[in-house]
């Protein structure tokens, strides 16, 4: 440690926070293919997407614009919490013995716990300016769920959450927590819609998944012109909210002289990797050396064992099809404690960056990503989500090939969020009941 | 907010961390009253407190030295993740309509959640540097020993937590925390000490308390010359710790050129007010203006209506007497959700300056302090401690008072710790079952 030269953590004040997210689509390689409508399969137009989506995201979906400006009340609130630290992993390299530097971008310290705060307060802001006061959305492991909650009560918005059963049953205090918020929780399926009903019909004692209480949110604001649907991930304007993490940490690491020779996240729907990559594959793009892994569970392989095809975002077939990575829409992984990563699909612009290779896929068991976890906890302090533990344990496994090469590589993780509210994961793992 | 002048958060890098901690003892107008051997009813020596603790904390204990310097090791866990922000929670004033200016010290974003680890590395660290390899603690709500767990990995010491029965029953996720940062964790009263069978033998369902806890925790130190003891609050050398959060706060005050009127905290032993409030302290003894609020429970009301006089630390009767406000040392509060201000004394240094005169002390029902709480967690985002939620209800009050006065006063609160792990609390009054 004597010669340590990086700060632990690099601080930006929030007069250094990028004040534009970066718009990935103009300068992909080849044009983004476009959504189909489920019915006619013809290209969406943005009258498609207007019963559920406020027109500005609609706009964002499809803009040619390289940055689009974050709104000063969205900056705002922003503020409240970003700039988020980027920190030196010393205490994990030193366990590692490794030549390898590891840097992480902390998105733990939001209050929601993760970076799902970071489009729900935009998604929320712009719904609010378009006269919207209700919202449907559906909640996995429950991140998602609460970031909106907590996004929409800073404007005032009625929300809705249809939390896939088993989560519920779970995690009742990620269901205190969205109600702390403000927001109103529901066990999906449900007997609110038709989606619901029709799965309650078939097994009343379904666990529901991520398809099936999309579905249900999406139903309740389609048939009800006041309500709008929102979605925490897989859409390209959800990705680009996020792109405020990589357009930070490329600032920090400059700050620090550094540029990461591999960059790694997790990925379920595809949203905190996308935010962190982005800015970094316009790099890329323009012929710079720098790696992309995308982290994901064996039990829902989508990146790495997916095909890359048109399919529907949900279960019952309402959402439009989107051409990504996808398991099969009907697709439902088993209950591992990554419940954000449970998704049959990814978000299409990543899905289509894997398909062109500029991001590898690694996926990884359960057992494996709880030990790195617990290496990290003991080292750095920090208890990781489940989900974000799948990058953790990626950058491991980079650090140790380094050990093994002798090179000195630069590692940068997302830390997405923290595992205070998932700690059932650890029990089990601590108590050798882990099973992959 | 169109008149925003203060940032939302004033970080400080790490290079403008305290690297002293301020010891208050010197400062005293009236010299502290020594702690009373148990037995003999004589002022401690230090080869009383050598069986319990390292001799550096001893020394710190009677230290007459202003300043204290931070030893480096310590100082770099520090860096990790200090210094914490201070935020002007512009928010929770605009909903208050409030004239004052209300600024809070962020200790949330420790990776234990409080500021408990600013003491858990300073104590491991000196019992490492010593070649103690044991430590034995109690907790109550759970924070410290989950903090002390983490500070303890940090050195390789083995940590025995005996952790309040009722909270160990009630929070399985305090002690999965407590484990995954490498610690043992037993339900107290336990079958492992005289003091555990005495109280079983009389109630074998007993509940525990925080001085039964204490007791165990002693007695097993006590008895085995390779085995320290750690104690969380109450000592001179904890609070000395701590008064890196106030130090750190008068620096980013300072940034924003302010001052505050009032200095507010919760107390259960008084580690986190003291912490907070004795730098600020030091002005006031020089003739500043500032005024101090310590608050607490009705439930568990030391500093306003228990006797400042000399009492045990524990309910076996083993510790030193020491002068402090307390209820007595056999008194077991009621099981409110501030599981961490259910102390029957106080910290003899607080309670000096209490009884001086310097310090006020306020109490407040469960109801009100959540209520509070449930108002800031849907202004400023963070979902904070019951503990904690004390100190908000008091800045609410102070920010009210000055509604009906037209005076801007600024009002600093510690934001001693978050409550994702304590949302039982937040369960029972959104459903309208928590009682005073």
Redesign the interface.
């Known amino acids: ?1 004597a010669n340590r030269v990086d ?3 690099v ?1 930006l ?3 250094e926070m990028p004040t534009s997210w970066y718009n990935i689509l103009p300068d992909l390689p080849i044009p983004a293919p476009p959504p189909l409508h489920p019915v006619t399969r013809e290209p969406c137009g943005p009258e498609d997407l207007a019963p559920l989506f406020p027109m500005e995201l609609i706009k964002q979906e499809v803009s040619e614009e390289q940055y689009i400006e974050i709104p000063e009340e969205v900056q ?1 609130i922003y ?3 970003r700039p988020s630290p980027l ?1 030196r992993a ?2 994990l390299e030193k366990i590692l013995d490794t030549p390898a530097k590891i840097f992480y971008k902390n998105e733990s ?1 939001s ?3 993760s970076h799902k705060l970071n489009t729900a307060v935009a998604q929320a802001y712009y719904n609010k300016n378009e006269g919207i006061k209700h919202i449907t959305t559906e909640t996995g492991a429950g991140q998602w769920g609460s970031a909106l909650a ?1 996004g929409c ?2 404007f005032g918005i009625d929300l809705k959450v249809f939390m896939v059963r088993i989560s519920f049953d779970q995690k ?2 990620r269901r ?2 969205i ?4 927001a109103e929780v529901f066990a999906s399926p449900t007997e609110m819609t038709n989606a619901g009903r029709a799965v309650l019909a078939e097994d009343p004692n379904s666990p529901g998944s991520l398809g099936i209480a999309i579905s249900e949110a999406v139903e309740m604001a389609a048939q009800d012109d006041a309500v709008k649907y929102s979605l925490g991930s897989v859409l390209n304007h959800v990705c680009l909210h996020q792109t405020i993490v990589g357009l930070e940490s490329k600032i920090q690491m400059e700050k620090m002289g550094e540029y990461p020779d591999v960059v790694i996240g997790c990925v379920g729907g595809g949203s905190n990797f996308s935010g962190m990559i982005f800015p970094f594959m316009k790099d890329k793009f323009e012929g710079k050396s720098v790696r992309a892994v995308a982290v994901e569970p064996v039990s829902c392989p989508t990146l790495t064992g997916g095909k890359y095809e048109y399919d529907f975002g949900d279960q019952a077939e309402t959402t439009p099809l989107i051409k990504m990575y996808t398991l099969g829409h009907k697709f439902v992984p088993s209950p591992i404690h990554a419940g954000g990563l449970r998704y049959h699909g990814g978000a299409p612009i990543l899905s289509q960056l894997v398909n062109e290779g500029y991001i590898e896929g690694v996926a990884y068991p359960q057992t494996a990503i709880f030990e790195a976890a ?1 290496t990290f ?2 080292t ?4 990781v989500a489940p989900e974000t533990a799948h990058a953790v344990k990626a950058a491991i496994d980079e650090a140790n090939n380094c050990k093994e090469s002798g090179e000195s590589k630069n590692i940068l993780f997302n830390l997405s969020g923290h595992g ?2 998932d ?2 994961g ?2 089990e793992y ?1 108590a050798g009941n882990l099973v992959d």
């Open positions: 440690m700060p632990y953590r601080l004040n929030e007069d705002n503020k409240t919490y920190h010393y205490q310290v209050p929601a716990g907590l009560g800073f009742p205090y205190t927590m109600e702390t918020w403000g617990m906890a003991r750095e302090g920090i208890i205070l509210l700690l059932r650890y029990e601590l």
